[in-house]
């Protein structure tokens, strides 16, 4: 008898980013229903998961989250490699090039709110890079940007706090791996 | 440690400070999406600021070079002696304008609201 059943060594940690990774996708879900007047500004609560994995787990496994969320949430609202997609993920990118320099600042005076703010900015930044690069002419980006960056410090700001707070709280979402 | 640290507050009011600066910046005066350029009065090409390229334009003096990149455009290189077109640098509102007068050629940017109805030079 031969088996065909091909096996993959699955160790807890990959569990574990697939379980934050899903709790991330479930957010964007979540958010893609809530009417916004431009597209793009948005909460971005899938941040709040990035980051706290981010604090926990280092860079490396953030990245692997934000990565899968926006190829999930690509598969799922069916916008995989259509241009909204793109706009996420040079926004994810730019993002996560942002955090692996903020992350080494002295913790002891930046918190997870300066992460967050940074954070949206990134996301912000790399959307409308690419949007200008690719899709809008820059006189009507130029218009938007003021709103743009506006959503990014409000929003960058409330994540920031919601992070601070579950990882001074130690939420249960991040610890361990309950089976 | 706090939820609040003192960077968290400097990056708050730097970011505060950015958007507004941002804001004016930005909102100030239309960003024109097109340059209109004449030799001798009449318009010779009407180009939109979308991406990088180069114009050359004839004039009695010689050639003048007009540089478009997105949203901005800026006469880059002109036979006249003072080069005061040149040194006017990169335009980017509606209604701003560089004269190449000894080489009759000038630059114009527009928006999609002209922000005058005629100029006369």
Redesign the interface.
């Known amino acids: 008898m031969t088996h065909w059943a091909i096996e993959l060594p699955v160790t807890p940690d990959d569990r574990r980013l697939a379980r934050l990774a899903a709790l991330a996708i479930g957010l964007t879900l979540a958010e893609a229903a809530i009417p916004s007047p431009i597209p793009g500004v948005k909460p971005g609560l899938a941040n709040i998961v990035i980051l706290l994995v981010l604090l926990q787990d280092g860079w490396r496994a953030a990245a692997w989250v934000s990565g899968l969320r926006v190829l999930a949430a690509g598969l799922l609202l069916g916008t995989l490699f259509a241009p909204g997609f793109w706009l996420s993920a040079a926004g994810a990118c730019a993002s996560l090039l942002i955090l692996a320099v903020a992350h080494h ?10 992460l967050s ?2 954070a949206a ?1 990134g996301h912000v930044g790399g959307q409308l890079a690419l949007a ?1 690069l690719w899709l809008l ?3 009507a980006i ?2 938007l ?2 709103l743009f ?2 959503a990014a ?1 409000v929003f ?2 409330a994540n ?2 919601i992070v ?2 579950l990882h ?1 709280a130690n939420a249960p979402i991040v610890q361990g791996s309950p089976q | 440690m706090g939820m609040l640290r003192a960077g968290d507050v400097g990056v708050l009011l730097a970011g505060g400070v950015g958007v507004v600066a941002l804001t004016l910046w930005a909102w100030s005066g239309e960003h024109g999406d097109t340059a209109v350029i004449r030799a001798a009065g009449q318009i010779v090409q009407t180009i939109p600021l979308t991406r990088d390229q180069s114009v050359a334009v004839d004039g009695p003096l010689g050639t003048t070079r007009i540089e478009i990149a997105p949203g901005r455009a800026r006469v880059a290189a002109d036979p006249s002696p003072r080069q005061l077109c040149v040194k006017q640098g990169w335009l980017t509102l509606s209604g701003q304008a560089a004269l190449c007068l000894p080489n009759q050629v000038s630059l114009e940017i527009r928006g999609r609201t002209p922000a005058y109805d005629t100029l006369g030079y």
Do not use: I
């Not at chain 1, 600042?105 to 300066?114: E, H, Q, Y």
């Open positions: 600042l002295p913790k002891r005076l930046f918190g997870p709110v300066s703010v940074l900015f200008s002419p820059a006189a130029l218009t940007l003021p960056a506006a410090l960058g700001a920031g706090v601070a707070r001074l």
